[in-house]
């Protein structure tokens, strides 16, 4: 009996010892598991921790608002919210879809988007935008709903007032408040300012509960362009309407003020309103003023006879046989649009004769024409302050062909942007003097230092050549090619044109497809105004840039001019420089 109650009691302290040191193997293992946690990972945890409960989230700044000359808003921010989705992360994914489709129809979610903030949600994503700067009213119909998980954050989006306006010229931002176009682009630091940078505290189901603010943000500058509102609507309209009527492919209107390179309006057809840009369609964005190249046929023929004059290589009572109506040329021949019989230098322009205008590009030679055309700015960018200006193309005489002297004399074998053209019309209204354009008036109220190739006043033609070929120009409204230009009390100088669009693919120009232009500016004796307007492809069966883009040319001149309070007189009509150059006066 003794012998059993023993070993019982040997049994008993065996387990009580195995007992024991299997707790003290336990209390280590705890003790260390503390010592590791508390002690040797504290850093790492407590950083893992504040992560699961802070988000840094950017602060995007005020950006600057964009005005006209006259401080009209062309671009501003407006309130705005954008709405986001805190799911709880252990719901199934039917459950966490629910609030979302409740606001499916407020927010117009599409199906890929639903889609898209299902992969987030699969994903494990805790933090989702359902939909970014929507209105304050979108936004107070999603909160009646009153749904768990859905808030807002506040912020602004860019609103154009006047909606297409100037469009090309403005251009837009994307979501994220990113120029993407036009000025947005261009000064796009100036006018986005710095981010600011905010932490989010999360609860334990994710959701957003205080925020603090660690960096504030600065607000963007503000950028005032050349633009008049007023004539750019006039612009506008003009263009729009002569789009219509002639059925045109595109079409660009550019105003300036010749002495001093601002543009006061910048119109191009088709065009988009940019509070939809995203929508809009990718030709409607297109600035085709400054980035559309089309060969500028006879509106390149004042580059021509400045380089006649300058060199004295004509004189002003030279004549030139133009009886035959074409000349032979080693590409074959170059024929007038009429017929014209034996034509004074100034005739040949103001009749607009490719045979005159070919033989005097002969008596100026390859070099000289060359060097006129660089020194009026073509085959380079104007450097106007907006983005992806073209620069032409103005190949150097040792690129030519046989041909390219007689094509390039009258507008051919050359490439150029309206804004260029325009220019090179200035050099005439500045009597001889390059005036580079510009757009950007101030930032901030701090005038903007010009743009621009060479010096400003930079003469390439003398005073006297100028004049000569303004008074020529003048005739050209007055009793030539431009006669549709002109306007009762008005003294107006121009230039027509009219090109056959060279189709690449067939290696030919086209017969039946135009480019129709006029370039011209305004009072003759002190320009205030210069003017393009480039229609392209008109349908119609009259197409010349005489009888298409004049007509343009005329209403905008008028209203314009009537704008900026410059009346008719009564008593304007052919200048004292107009009446010399009739008389034969050598320049």
């Known amino acids: ?77 407006v309130p705005a919210e954008s709405v986001f989705y805190n799911p709880v992360l252990d719901e199934t994914l039917e459950r966490k879809m629910r609030p979302v489709l409740a606001v499916k129809d407020i927010l117009r979610l599409t199906d890929a988007e639903l889609e898209r903030i299902a992969k987030q949600l699969r994903e494990g994503d805790h933090f989702i935008y359902l939909r970014r700067k929507v209105d304050l009213e979108t936004w107070e119909k999603v909160k009646a709903l009153g749904l768990g998980g859905i808030s807002n954050e506040p912020e602004t989006r860019r ?95 550019i105003v300036s003020v010749p002495s001093t390179g601002e543009i006061l309006a910048m119109a191009s057809s088709p065009d988009y309103d940019p509070n939809a840009f995203s929508s809009a369609a990718p030709e409607a964005t297109i600035n085709r003023a400054i980035r559309h190249l089309y060969e500028p046929g006879s509106t390149f023929k004042i580059v021509t006879d400045s380089a006649a004059l300058e060199n004295r290589r004509v004189s002003l009572t030279q004549t030139f046989d133009c009886r035959k109506g074409s000349i032979d040329t080693p590409g074959g021949l170059i024929r ?34 060359y060097q006129t055309a660089r020194s009026f700015g073509f085959g380079e960018k104007t450097g106007i302050e907006l983005p992806a200006e073209a620069a032409g193309v103005l190949r150097p005489p040792t690129e030519w062909s046989r041909r390219s002297l007689d094509s390039i004399s009258i507008g051919y074998e050359v490439s150029a942007t309206a804004l260029q053209v325009l220019a090179a019309a200035n050099i005439i209204a500045n009597k001889g003097n390059v005036v580079p354009p510009h757009i950007i008036k101030s ?66 120009y086209q017969s039946s497809r135009h480019i129709a232009s006029f370039v011209g500016f305004a009072p003759v004796e002190r320009p205030a105004l210069s003017i393009i307007v480039v229609l392209s492809e008109p349908k119609k069966d009259i197409y010349y840039g005489g009888l298409v883009a004049a007509p343009v040319f005329r209403e905008i001149a008028v209203r314009a001019l009537r704008a900026k309070g410059i009346f008719p007189r009564p008593d304007a009509g052919r200048s004292v420089f107009a009446a010399r150059t009739a008389k034969g006066e050598r320049p």
């Open 159 to 253: 609103f154009y007032p006047h909606g297409r306006l100037a469009a090309q010229v403005i251009g837009a931002v994307g979501i994220d408040g990113n120029g993407l176009s036009g000025i947005e682009a261009k000064y796009d630091a100036v006018l986005r300012g710095a981010s600011g940078l905010r932490i989010v505290q999360v609860d334990s189901l994710k959701r957003s509960y205080h925020f603090d603010t660690i960096r504030e943000p600065v607000a963007g500058r503000d950028v005032e362009l050349t633009l008049d509102a007023t004539i750019q609507y006039i612009a506008e309209s003009a263009l729009g309407k002569a789009m219509a009527e002639q059925q045109a492919v595109w079409g660009t209107a």
């Open 1 to 77: 009996m003794n012998i059993a109650i023993g070993q019982h009691q040997k049994r008993i302290r065996r387990r009580t010892r195995i007992l024991v040191f299997a707790l003290a193997v336990w209390g280590a293992a705890i003790a260390g598991r503390l010592f590791q946690l508390q002690i040797l990972s504290h850093a790492r945890l407590q950083a893992d921790v504040v992560a699961q409960n802070r988000r840094q989230r950017t602060i995007v700044p005020e950006r600057g608002t964009i005005t006209d000359r006259h401080g009209l808003i062309l671009a501003q921010n």
């Open 336 to 369: 007038d649009h009429k017929p014209f019989g034996i034509l004074t230098f100034p005739e040949v322009l103001i009749g607009s004769s490719n045979v005159g205008t070919v033989m005097v590009g002969r008596q100026v030679g390859a070099g000289l024409l």
């Open 443 to 508: 930032v901030d109220g701090v005038p903007e230092k010009r743009p621009g190739r060479g010096t400003d006043q930079a003469r390439v033609l003398s005073e006297q050549a100028a004049l000569a070929l303004a008074a020529i120009l003048e005739r050209v409204v007055l009793e030539g090619t431009g006669k549709e230009a002109a306007a009762a009390g008005y003294a107006i100088a121009g230039k027509t044109g009219t090109t056959q669009i060279y189709d690449a693919a067939l290696r030919s």
